[in-house]
């Protein structure tokens, strides 16, 4: 068998995060040497993750300090690798 295949899934109650991952590695022969493919794509459904949150050192006129979320700068991300050995 050649290929290998593997999907998380990784979740956080505390904040809306949600990121299901796929990675799909091949063996093979590229001229006469050893290689292997890689691909992994994060967030595959492009949820809107949250990693969490800054607030505002100063109170509003409510008395709350204001929030904002801090989210990633992608939504998704997608790396192909190829190894070749010498």
């Given amino acids: 068998m050649n290929t290998f295949a ?4 990784s979740f956080a109650s505390s904040r809306p995060y949600h990121d299901i991952s796929l990675n799909i590695t091949y063996l093979a022969r590229l001229f006469s040497k050893e290689c ?3 691909m992994n794509i994060t967030n595959l459904f492009g949820f ?8 505002s050192g100063i109170p509003g006129k409510d008395g709350h300090y ?18 070749i050995s010498l």
């Fill in 6 to 9: 593997d999907i998380n899934y």
């Fill in 36 to 38: 292997i493919i890689h």
């Fill in 48 to 55: 809107r993750n949250v990693f969490g949150y800054r607030y």
């Fill in 66 to 83: 204001i929030s904002r979320a801090v989210v990633p700068a992608t939504g998704r991300q997608a790396i192909l690798l190829m190894m």
